[in-house]
Structure formats: structure tokens, C-alpha cells
């Protein structure tokens, strides 16, 4: 099993592992093709990096780090907004959605009250069904710990559905300080972690 840097060509296994993998997750249910153009601005942006585990071939998990989130909405804004309009066009008439794409700008660019949080974040972390319980979650935080102090970064936040409880033990197990629970999205309660180098 390799551990490594993604590459655009992977953008595609990469949003079909985050729809299969986190389906209730906002950027899941925007979509495979969305996912896909969400995921290679990513790396286009170079504001962020994707790790992906490879297994005779295939992509069997991927987590990605977005070094600095005012920065990659901003590049967004000013480099992809006809992508989006594109890809978000057929839940353009749809209230709820765009109440949700509006809570999501809102977590990237405000700070929870009374909690200055750091600027990196990362996003999608997962593992095929059947490479689960291998140590394959923990290379991947890892490795994404170490692309984030490539770049002089040593603290991150991390948002989990509170619902997920195979997720919070993970994060526990890797050394995150739980910094309480907030409403992401109206009524579904997500909880919010920080890794920190100690
Ligand atoms: C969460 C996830 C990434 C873990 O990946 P993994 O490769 O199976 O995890 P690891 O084998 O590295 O496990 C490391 C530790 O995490 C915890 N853990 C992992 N899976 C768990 C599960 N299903 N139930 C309880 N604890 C679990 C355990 O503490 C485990 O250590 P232990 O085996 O010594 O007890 C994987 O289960 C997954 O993709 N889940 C669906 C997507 C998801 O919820 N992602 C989180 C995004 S918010």
C-alpha cells in the first residue's frame, strides 16, 4: 500500500469514494460531478493538497488539507465561479441548498463564537468499506499532518458529524482536542476538533 500525493487524474475515484463514503455529508450530496470539479480546483488552487492510499492501483482512501480557508473561498470567488454556477445549476432553485452552500462559506470564513480557529482545515477523510481497520485512516491523517508542516502549518480544524461515532473515536485516537459541538448545518449538530502539534 502506497501513501501519496494526489494527482488530478485521481480527482474522479476520489469523489466516488467521498459520495459512496460520507453520502449525508453536504459536499456528497452535491454530487460525483461536482465532487470531481470541487476536488481538482483543489489542487489547481495549490492552496490545499489531497493524500490518497493506492492498492494495486486503485485509490482506497484520500484526505485532504486546505492550507488556508479565506484564501481557497477567495480563489473560488475570483477563479471558479462559472464552474460552480455550472455544476450547482440543477439545485440552484432549491432553498435548502443554497441555505446550506451559504452555512458553508459562512464555517470557512467566520469564526464559531468565542473560538479563534486555526485558518487550515481538512476535508473528506475516508477509507474503502473493505480496507477499513488497517491502520489506513491513521497514515492518511499522518501524512497529512506532515504535508501541513511542509508548509510551516502545525494546527487544523476538523468538523465531524456528531452522528459519526467510528469518526470521533478515530479523532481521539489521533491526538484531537474536541472543542464542543455546533449546528454546521440547521439542525444537524457537527462537532469540531483541532490537531495541534504538542
Ligand atoms: C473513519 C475512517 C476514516 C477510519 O479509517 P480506518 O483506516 O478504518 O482507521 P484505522 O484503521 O487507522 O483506525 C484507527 C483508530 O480509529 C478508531 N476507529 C476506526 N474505525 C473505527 C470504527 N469503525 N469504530 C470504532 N473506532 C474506530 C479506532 O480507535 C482505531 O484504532 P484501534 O483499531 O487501535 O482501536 C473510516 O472508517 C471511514 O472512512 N469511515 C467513513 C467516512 C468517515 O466517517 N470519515 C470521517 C470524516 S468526518
Not at 439545485?91 to 441555505?99: C, E, M, P
Not at 476535508?123 to 473493505?130: D, I, W
Request: charged fraction near 25%; aromatic fraction near 14%.
Amino acid at each position: 500500500m502506497q501513501i501519496r500525493a494526489a494527482a488530478p487524474e485521481d480527482c474522479l475515484a476520489i469523489a466516488q469514494m467521498h459520495k459512496g463514503r460520507l453520502p449525508d455529508s453536504f459536499l456528497g450530496f452535491l454530487g460525483t460531478q461536482f465532487l470531481v470539479f470541487f476536488y481538482k480546483s483543489l489542487l489547481e488552487s495549490k492552496i490545499g493538497f489531497i493524500i490518497v492510499a493506492e492498492e494495486d492501483k486503485q485509490v482506497v482512501g484520500f484526505y485532504s488539507g486546505i492550507v488556508n480557508k479565506h484564501k481557497f473561498c477567495l480563489y473560488l470567488v475570483k477563479n471558479k465561479t462559472l464552474g460552480t454556477i455550472h455544476f450547482l445549476f440543477p439545485h440552484f432553485f432549491n432553498i435548502r441548498v443554497l441555505r446550506k452552500i451559504f452555512e458553508d462559506f459562512r464555517y470557512a470564513w467566520k469564526n464559531q463564537k468565542g473560538v479563534v480557529l486555526p485558518e487550515a482545515i481538512t476535508l473528506g477523510l475516508c477509507v474503502s468499506k473493505e480496507y477499513e481497520g488497517k491502520e489506513i485512516g491513521r497514515k492518511l491523517f499522518f501524512a497529512t499532518v506532515a504535508a501541513f508542516q511542509e508548509e510551516g502549518i502545525t494546527e487544523f480544524n476538523i468538523v465531524a458529524g456528531s452522528d459519526r461515532l467510528a469518526a470521533q473515536r478515530f479523532f481521539n485516537h489521533v491526538g484531537c482536542d474536541k472543542m464542543g459541538e455546533f449546528e454546521l448545518h440547521k439542525g444537524k449538530l457537527s462537532t469540531l476538533y483541532v490537531w495541534k502539534k504538542k
